[in-house]
């Protein structure tokens, strides 16, 4: 840990085995949490490269149970950084610490709507601090067991087409990293790991990030991962989500190849919209308003989830073009098969045996 941290301090970049030696040493608890701080601070401070990230994604996800999906080139991820507890992260996502999240879970209702479309998804997250709502959250509100084990959640997704993955089921080694994250308060390598390591090991993938400079690095680093079809995006006045409300870059990858773009709504007929227009709250809140898109409620909510299904659809091979994959999230919604997506959910998952913590 000590050589690796002050390599970083001289901005020189970690082999991605040096990284995976690290993270190795983090996530078994060989490094203390005043190793693990000065570690994130100083990568923070230079720059993570693809290697780093690759070689730290790697190593999580020997740490992390897998589940078996069929058809695993059928089935897309549609992941978020939503093991956020750094204060820079929460406060650019809320613009007042603690009040709440700034959009609504599009994910989650992105989630229901492309599996709605015959796309089997796969949706990681947890719990969000504070007042915040994460993925977690607003899905026990809408009635969705969350305490599954790997083989109800394997049965979930390969039955009913869609299914949650808890992340403190699955990533217990990020135990040791919580505290340090905490106190140092600073986006990290960390924020960027956690989607990267989804249990299904979907083929395809849309990726979420806060930074517009990033969607061409961690399309890189898709690649590197064996993703065969994606797109990494950062949307105007929504960080990690394709913006109705204004210019979204997209990094696309696919056949090795990374392509960078810009997508504006209204090249997709779609009205621009203020951010405001999409602004969630608490979990009963957000359960409300997915609720009331997939009964067909119309307007900037229902216009942001069309936008994000369809880059899942294209990605997915399913669509040729954004218009088209609007189109088919419109079907998903309006034939009620979204809806009726979320009640095979909650009644699989509240059918299954109460999950059992291992004592350690």
Same mark, same amino acid.
């Given at each position: 840990?000590?050589?690796?941290?002050?390599?970083?301090?001289?901005?020189?970049?970690?082999?991605?085995?040096?990284?995976?030696?690290?993270?190795?040493?983090?996530?078994?608890?060989?490094?203390?949490?005043?190793?693990?701080?000065?570690?994130?601070?100083?990568?923070?401070?230079?720059?993570?490269?693809?290697?780093?990230?690759?070689?730290?994604?790697?190593?999580?996800?020997?740490?992390?149970?897998?589940?078996?999906?069929?058809?695993?080139?059928?089935?897309?991820?549609?992941?978020?950084?939503?093991?956020?507890?750094?204060?820079?992260?929460?406060?650019?996502?809320?613009?007042?610490?603690?009040?709440?999240?700034?959009?609504?879970?599009?994910?989650?209702?992105?989630?229901?709507?492309?599996?709605?479309?015959?796309?089997?998804?796969?949706?990681?997250?947890?719990?969000?601090?504070?007042?915040?709502?994460?993925?977690?959250?607003?899905?026990?509100?809408?009635?969705?067991?969350?305490?599954?084990?790997?083989?109800?959640?394997?049965?979930?997704?390969?039955?009913?087409?869609?299914?949650?993955?808890?992340?403190?089921?699955?990533?217990?080694?990020?135990?040791?990293?919580?505290?340090?994250?905490?106190?140092?308060?600073?986006?990290?390598?960390?924020?960027?790991?956690?989607?990267?390591?989804?249990?299904?090991?979907?083929?395809?993938?849309?990726?979420?990030?806060?930074?517009?400079?990033?969607?061409?690095?961690?399309?890189?680093?898709?690649?590197?991962?064996?993703?065969?079809?994606?797109?990494?995006?950062?949307?105007?006045?929504?960080?990690?989500?394709?913006?109705?409300?204004?210019?979204?870059?997209?990094?696309?990858?696919?056949?090795?190849?990374?392509?960078?773009?810009?997508?504006?709504?209204?090249? /997709?007929? %779609? $009205?621009? =919209?203020?951010?405001?227009?999409?602004? @969630?709250? *608490? +979990?009963?809140?957000? #359960?409300? !308003?997915?609720?009331?898109?997939?009964?067909?409620?119309?307007?900037?909510?229902?216009?942001? /989830?069309? %936008? $994000?299904? =369809?880059?899942?659809?294209?990605?997915? @091979?399913? *669509? +040729?073009?954004?218009? #088209?994959? !609007?189109?088919?999230?419109?079907?998903?919604?309006?034939?009620?098969?979204?809806?009726?997506?979320?009640?095979?959910?909650? =009644?699989?998952?509240?059918?299954?045996?109460?999950?059992?913590?291992?004592?350690?």
């Amino acid at each position: 840990m000590r050589s690796a941290i002050a390599k970083l301090i001289k901005k020189e970049s970690l082999t991605e085995e040096e990284m995976k030696r690290v993270m190795d040493t983090i996530l078994t608890g060989r490094a203390t949490p005043a190793q693990i701080g000065a570690f994130m601070a100083a990568l923070r401070i230079k720059g993570e490269t693809v290697d780093e990230i690759v070689g730290a994604a790697r190593v999580l996800r020997t740490h992390t149970p897998s589940i078996h999906c069929r058809n695993r080139l059928e089935s897309v991820s549609i992941d978020r950084d939503e093991i956020n507890i750094e204060e820079e992260t929460i406060l650019d996502t809320t613009g007042i610490m603690g009040e709440g999240t700034k959009t609504f879970n599009v994910s989650t209702a992105t989630a229901l709507v492309v599996a709605g479309a015959g796309v089997k998804v796969t949706k990681y997250g947890s719990r969000a601090a504070s007042t915040r709502c994460g993925s977690a959250n607003v899905l026990s509100e809408l009635g969705v067991n969350l305490e599954l084990n790997t083989i109800d959640v394997e049965s979930c997704v390969n039955t009913v087409g869609i299914g949650f993955l808890y992340s403190p089921l699955f990533h217990g080694a990020m135990a040791f990293i919580g505290g340090p994250r905490q106190e140092v308060g600073l986006r990290s390598l960390f924020n960027l790991i956690g989607p990267l390591c989804n249990p299904a090991g979907a083929k395809t993938q849309v990726l979420g990030v806060y930074d517009m400079d990033l969607t061409e690095k961690m399309a890189h680093v898709l690649h590197r991962l064996g993703i065969e079809s994606g797109f990494v995006v950062c949307g105007e006045g929504t960080l990690d989500e394709i913006s109705i409300c204004g210019v979204t870059k997209i990094s696309r990858v696919k056949a090795g190849e990374v392509t960078p773009s810009f997508l504006h709504p209204e090249e /997709v007929a %779609l $009205n621009v =919209a203020p951010p405001e227009a999409i602004q @969630g709250g *608490d +979990a009963a809140q957000n #359960a409300r !308003i997915i609720k009331a898109i997939l009964d067909g409620e119309k307007g900037p909510k229902r216009d942001m /989830v069309l %936008l $994000n299904a =369809a880059a899942a659809f294209v990605a997915a @091979g399913l *669509d +040729a073009d954004f218009r #088209a994959g !609007i189109q088919r999230a419109e079907a998903s919604i309006d034939s009620g098969s979204a809806k009726e997506k979320l009640e095979k959910l909650i =009644a699989f998952t509240n059918q299954c045996n109460p999950f059992v913590r291992k004592e350690a």
